[in-house]
């Protein structure tokens, strides 16, 4: 068989090498930009939070707080176990003026924590009154009172079957109604209260403070987040305190309508009437 000759492959291999150098270019040119940029949106974002760490920037002094009546905090499993950061993160949410705080991590790292505080009697009534069982206690901290919860995994997807089991056991026993055709009817209402009659209930968090690194709440038990704003806040070990005056801040100039917006077109459609 006639072979071609080794400059002719030669000639032939040039265009794709060439082709793969300057691929490798725009990737690097690329990458170099973006990383470029991240590094600077960081360096100004770490810059606004110590400047407002010392109350330099005006609008981030005084914000209200009258719409976060609870607060939840989302924490890795493996950045809970730094009970250091925990602790200054608390006072730091205290000092702002926070009244009411969940705890959460996904394997329950915050709730053995924080165990021997809550299973004290002196904490007993502050969990009856909030109806959120023995995973609340009072904490005084840095001179300030602020009631905290802490959850985990268990109380998400244990919690929800051991209402669905409850609500069953109370139909079994002929304490619920049916409708006109005989079916079982469970409301909203049944499953809240089933939640909070086996320790899993609680109030629902104004605003969700997620730290670790994936954007998701993490197992967070859902039915207590219907009308939540979540924000991540980066790695525990990195958290500043001028990123919570922020996160505040921005909470505080949210408007959040709560269906009214549709309610109101359908009334303006004349559909409701």
Known sequence: MNQSPPHVW???????VIIKLILGLLWFIVHLAISLFSLWFDLIYSIECYLISFGLIPKYRKFQLDRLKHLAVVVDSREAKNVAKINQLLCWLSNV?????????????????????MNGSRYGNSGKYLDVGANTKAL???HKEMTIECISGSDG???IAK???????TCVNGNR????????????????????????????PDLLLVYGPARCHLGFPA?????????????????????????FYKFSKKYQNFGKFVFSFLENRNILQ
């Open 10 to 16: 030669m000639l032939m291999s040039r265009p794709s």
């Open 97 to 117: 003026g926070v009244k009411y705080v969940c705890l959460y991590d996904i394997d329950g790292v915050l709730k053995k924590t924080f165990a021997p505080a």
């Open 140 to 142: 005084t901290c840095c």
């Open 157 to 159: 997807k244990d919690g």
């Open 163 to 169: 209402a669905a089991s409850l609500l069953c056991s």
């Open 177 to 204: 109604n049916t409708c006109g055709n005989g079916e079982i009817v469970f409301t909203e209402a049944d499953m809240s209260g089933a939640l909070k009659a086996i320790g899993c209930g609680g109030p629902e």
């Open 223 to 247: 039915w207590r987040l219907r009308y939540t704003e979540i924000m991540h806040m980066g790695p525990l070990n990195s958290m500043k305190y001028g990123a919570i005056v922020k996160a």
